[in-house]
């Protein structure tokens, strides 16, 4: 009971308890093990104790000085990393020395989860591959996150998010028609495997406590990328005659784009019959309303540029807050196209608390910096992320000494020869 307020609202996160093991870098695999965190879960990130971590060393650093390119100070740390890290535990350990993976598999005998998003092949070069690993603890979950997957001729090609936006499709349905293809503006092949890395992973942990049985979990970027993107009918677009890259525009619905008001990008859209009459009612078009084309969706569709016209032309003349005003009155799907200011400002992200200060393990608050609070809210079960980014190596000492029962003699001689 001591886990439980008087209200009973658990303050521990739902997946308190849950060791899970971070060796893991860069974005997709440090993003499953963040959520991991910011539910409550005990994660130890697993660094060289040469490298360190290389999101920790690279541009922007931010520490006590500000943010630069270049490390103003010797404590600075890449942002990054303060970002992906939060609420995570630190330790350093060298998996290419014998000695180093034999204390790395005696954390695995103590722990209930593995997420590791090397290059195919690397943990097996290591000794550290599932088959390894489940050896010495056979109800381990164990979550591989690679570019391609961990079968097919692609999956030993090195890939980062844009390769997987390629690949995925997603860049050829980026952009305006007969223009170059564009990758979204982040690295959504990272954070959208990440996540479902994750949620496999809660799953996986749900069926262990049912079965008694541990997993491996096979994450592939591109194919969790393209699970989305082929929502869309793309199979069919030479068939309906529709150009791959529609810009902003959605191949079911007229008009829906971005406009320009007198100050800003607006987006409007109907989804539906009543949207559309609601617009030409805004507009002062409602002579429109029961127009032999303008009435139906083919004909819209047919014609975008025609609709746009008049959308365009009635949004030039007022500024984006006012629009937003008279659609919001009438239901109008719409949004301000915002910038990272604007949203930081929000009373809505505000009241949604979904911002927060980013803290560095040794200067405290950076006021200058801000990262994206847990996303996900409960109503009875404490969630986020309860301490700053760790130094690299931070907590090599107590978590040797108190889940391993090392002494101080045996950690000392093991830093001295490079082990840790």
Known sequence: MSE???NGKNEKGPLHKIRVLDITQWYSGPYAT??????????????????????????PFAGAEGISF???????????????????????????DERGVSLFFDLVKKSDVLVENFRFGVTKRLGIDYEAVKRVNPEIIYCSITGYGNNGPDKELKAYDTMIQAASGLMSITGNANEAPLKAGSALSDGISGTFAAMSIISAV???????????????????LFSLVF??????????????????????????????SKDQWIVIGAATDKDWKNILNVIGRRDL??????????WRLENNSVIDQLISDWCASRKSYEIS?????????NSIVMNIEEILERQQTLERNMVEKIQHPLKGEL??????????????????YMSAAPSIGEHTNEILSEILELDKEQIFAMRKSGII
């Open 231 to 260: 929502d869309e009918p793309l199979d069919c677009y030479q068939t309906l005659g529709v150009p791959e890259r529609q810009g902003n525009r959605i191949t079911r619905f007229s008009p829906f784009n971005s406009y320009k």
């Open 367 to 384: 006021t200058f910096a801000h990262a994206a609070a847990f996303p996900i809210k409960f109503s009875q079960t404490k969630t986020g």
């Open 70 to 96: 270049k490390k103003l100070d010797e404590d600075d740390i890449g942002l990054a990393y303060l970002k992906r890290n939060r609420g995570k535990k630190s330790i350093t350990l060298n998996l290419k």
């Open 34 to 59: 963040l959520l991991l965190s910011g539910l409550g879960a005990e994660v130890i990130k697993i660094s060289n104790p040469k490298t360190g971590d290389p999101v920790a060393n690279a541009p």
């Open 325 to 333: 005003m008279l659609l919001n009155q009438n239901e109008i799907p």
């Open 289 to 298: 309303q029961e127009h032999v084309d303008f009435s139906r969706i083919e």
């Open 206 to 224: 749900f069926n262990k406590f049912r079965t008694g049985k541990g997993d491996f979990i096979d994450v592939a970027m591109s194919d969790c």
């Open 4 to 6: 439980f307020k008087k």
